[in-house]
C-alpha cells in the first residue's frame, strides 16, 4: 500500500537495468514513468513511456512540468561503448560524460520543486567502474564517481526534504550481456569471478532501488549501497603461491 498513488521517473527505462527497475516499482503499485530517445521493444506491464532525450534540458524540464507530482526519480540512463583512452578523441569522451553525470544533474534539478513537495527521493544508478580503475571505459567510471559525489553533496544540501542515495551496481545480466562478456561459456566463466557465483540481473537491481526509495530506509541518505554480488576477487589471490603452498603443507580445508 505504500506506493499507491505514488509517482516514479525511470530515466532510460525501456530496457536492461532500467526496465528491471521499472517492473519493480510498478510491480510495488506504484504509477511508473520510462523516458527514453525511443520506445521500449516491448510495452512493459504497467508502465508509461514518454519520448525524452535526457542530453535535452529544455525536453527535460517540460517531462516534469507535465506530472501532477513526483516521488521517486531514479537516474538510471547512461552507458558507454569500449573506448581506449588514447585511441578516442576528447570529444567522444566528453560525450559520454555528459550522458552519465550531466543528464542526472539535469534531471535531477528539473524534478526537484515536485520532489521537495512530496518529500521524496532520488536513487542514482552508479557503478562498480566508479570505485576502481576502468579501462576501456574511463570516461564512464569518472563520470559515475563524479555521480557518486554529486549525490552525496545533494543529499546535504537538499535535507531533510529529498533524498538522495546511489546504487552501485556490478556486473548484470541484461539482454545485451553477450556484447560485453561474449556467449554463454563467457558469462559463466565470468560469473565465477563473482562472490555470489552469478552475475545480477535487473531485477535484483529493482527490488533494491524500491528498498532504497521506501519508508524502510527512510533515515538513509547520502549513502553509497554496493550491489555486486560480493565485488570482484583481487587477481593477486590466485596469482600467489605462498599461501597455497601452506594450505598444501597442512592440509587445512
Known amino acids: ?30 504509477r511508473v514513468v520510462v523516458c527514453a530517445r525511443h520506445a521500449p521493444e516491448a510495452p512493459l506491464d504497467g508502465v508509461e513511456f514518454t519520448p525524452a532525450d ?27 561503448p569500449y573506448r581506449l583512452l588514447a585511441q578516442t578523441d576528447a570529444e567522444r569522451h566528453a560525450r559520454v ?13 528539473a524534478a526537484y520543486d515536485l520532489l521537495r513537495r512530496a ?5 542514482m544508478i552508479g557503478s ?25 553533496s545533494m543529499a546535504v544540501e537538499w535535507a531533510p526534504d529529498v533524498r538522495v542515495n546511489t546504487l552501485v551496481v556490478g556486473m548484470v545480466r541484461t539482454e545485451q ?10 558469462i559463466a566463466a565470468v560469473s565465477r569471478t563473482v562472490p555470489l557465483e552469478r552475475l545480477a540481473e535487473p531485477s535484483d537491481i529493482g527490488e533494491a532501488a524500491v528498498f532504497l526509495a521506501s519508508g524502510a530506509a527512510a533515515y538513509i541518505s547520502g549513502a553509497s549501497l554496493l550491489v555486486h554480488g560480493g565485488g570482484e576477487r583481487p587477481a593477486f589471490l590466485d596469482a ?8 598444501e ?5
Open 240 to 247: 600467489a603461491t605462498a599461501n597455497k603452498a601452506n594450505h
Open 128 to 152: 562498480v567502474s566508479g570505485t576502481r580503475p576502468s579501462p576501456g571505459s574511463a570516461a564512464y567510471g569518472a563520470a559515475k564517481a563524479g555521480l557518486d559525489n554529486l549525490a552525496r
Open 119 to 123: 518529500r521524496g527521493s532520488i536513487v
Open 177 to 186: 550481456a553477450h556484447l560485453h562478456y561474449g556467449g554463454e561459456d563467457a
Open 54 to 80: 535526457l542530453r535535452d534540458p529544455i525536453a527535460v524540464h517540460d517531462l516534469f512540468a507535465a506530472l501532477p507530482r513526483l516521488d521517486v526519480l531514479v537516474n538510471n540512463v547512461g552507458g558507454t
Open 249 to 253: 603443507e597442512t592440509g587445512e580445508s
Open 1 to 30: 500500500m505504500e506506493w499507491n498513488g505514488k509517482v516514479v521517473v525511470v530515466t532510460g527505462g525501456t530496457r536492461g537495468i532500467g526496465a528491471g527497475i521499472a517492473r519493480a516499482f510498478a510491480k510495488a503499485g506504484a
Open 97 to 109: 560524460i555528459e550522458l552519465n553525470l550531466l543528464a542526472p544533474l539535469t534531471a535531477s534539478l
